[in-house]
């Protein structure tokens, strides 16, 4: 595979800061709003290298907050000492998870600083303004506007300015909030950003112009970043945690053991971690429900795998791992969704992945039913061979599953 690992980070990160900031079918795109406000301010202020940084961190300031019920711009605009822990909880989860994508160190540091204060009350660890890194000082004035912003209080520029002032010396510092407001002023972007249509089209060209940070070529950074990716796919949702994990290294073993070429087993681990990232738009009321679902929360559930579909496909450097990933419904028989796909017309992949994914469902707890035990997960693979599943692979798969 020819891939170019650093345009590929860079295009996975851009994705997972896109789906942190989808809540249902809503896009609130807070994190893309960020990174364009933080690239803005910081001209002049830092160097080209540490803007990158400022700019990555931005795209990833929030993921820490991902596996809670509402986005978390909602606990921070609420206030209230009952969400204490929740909000002071993410900077440190969001920079761990950072942390683990190859070259983000930098970006995970800001991550861990974003909500410091200058003058010592903010959190997680309280520190003041010497101690704060400017681009952390950047970030929290760039977050802080968009949250105000997403109140829907400050449709006015005025009304905005006035309410940042409010915190100028205590939250911000008072020339970098200057600095701020200028940047808002210049070439109308305060309303530019206010207008949702104008946001893909400013995130794109602040992207061009940012860059990407280098990843050397040697490094498995692309498949590390792709772990923590289905890290974070698996906490929009309790019951999936490690999910995506599992089915990527099951489906991994499984085409080991086929004999396939080392290109097409990493493919399909690879599109085994991202199987799921369609579910993002799933409510959580779905997902959790105890019992049968509706008809048409049935065909909301069926839409995650052309969602897959389209966000596989925003990652142009993995474009090739979008038909195997958005297929893992499909049935050997023809039956399955979302394109109804027959027999070999399924690629390999997907029906390699079809099995470990619902084996994986099947021993782990769901709302609706405890899990079952591995001996009896591959007895319901085994009846289902040659109508859900290819048969050829399933004598594959179970001596596989059944001794993981």
């Known amino acids: 595979m020819r891939i170019n690992p650093t345009k590929c980070v860079a295009e996975i990160i851009s994705v997972l800061s896109y789906i942190s900031d989808v809540e ?30 400022l700019f990555y ?21 609420r206030q209230e000492k009952v969400y204490r822990n929740i909000v002071i909880s993410h900077p440190i989860v969001g920079a761990g998870l950072t942390a683990q994508i190859p070259q983000m160190n930098a970006a995970s540091k800001y991550i861990l600083d974003h909500h410091e204060w200058i003058d010592g009350t903010g959190y997680p660890r309280a520190k003041t303004k010497e101690f704060i890194p ?25 009304l905005l300015i006035k309410r940042l002032k409010k915190n100028a010396g205590r939250e911000f510092d008072v020339k970098l909030l200057d600095k701020a407001i200028a940047v808002l002023k210049q070439n109308r972007l305060f309303d530019r950003i206010t207008d949702e249509k104008n946001i893909v089209g400013l995130f794109k060209h602040a992207f061009a112009e940012t860059g990407f940070i280098h990843i050397p070529r040697r490094s498995d950074a692309v498949g590390k970043t792709l772990e923590t990716a289905a890290e974070v796919i698996d906490m929009k949702h309790p019951y999936t945690a490690g999910h995506s994990l599992r089915v990527g290294h099951y489906s991994m073993q499984v085409a080991k053991a086929m004999k396939l070429s080392h290109d097409d ?11 799921d990232i369609g579910k993002v738009n799933l409510e959580r009321k779905i997902l959790d429900k105890p ?45 399955g969704y979302p394109y109804g796909l027959k027999g070999e017309f399924i690629p390999l992949g997907s029906r390699v992945i079809s099995i470990c994914d619902a084996f994986d469902a099947m021993i782990s707890n769901r709302p609706y039913r405890k899990n079952l035990s591995p001996k009896t997960a591959c007895s319901q693979i085994k009846k289902r061979s040659g109508r859900q599943f290819d048969p050829a692979i399933v004598k594959i798969a179970i001596p596989i599953l059944k001794n993981l």
């Open 24 to 53: 249902g079918t809503r896009k609130l795109y807070h994190s893309w709003k960020v990174a364009i406000l933080a690239k803005n301010i910081s001209e002049r202020q830092i160097n080209d290298e540490k803007r990158r940084d």
């Open 57 to 77: 961190a931005a795209l990833l300031h929030d993921i820490g907050g991902i596996s809670l019920p509402f986005h978390i711009i909602h606990y921070l605009l």
């Open 134 to 158: 400017l681009e952390a000082q950047i970030l929290r004035i760039a977050d802080a506007i968009d949250i105000l912003l997403q109140s829907k209080k400050y449709s006015k520029l005025a």
């Open 265 to 275: 087993i990493t493919k399909i681990k690879w599109a085994g971690l991202l199987h």
């Open 291 to 335: 019992d049968s679902l509706s008809k048409a929360e049935y065909h909301r559930v069926q839409e995650h795998a052309n969602l897959t579909n389209e966000i596989m496909n925003l990652i142009t450097e993995l474009k090739f791992l979008a038909p195997i990933a958005s297929s893992h419904h499909e049935y050997f028989d023809g039956s």
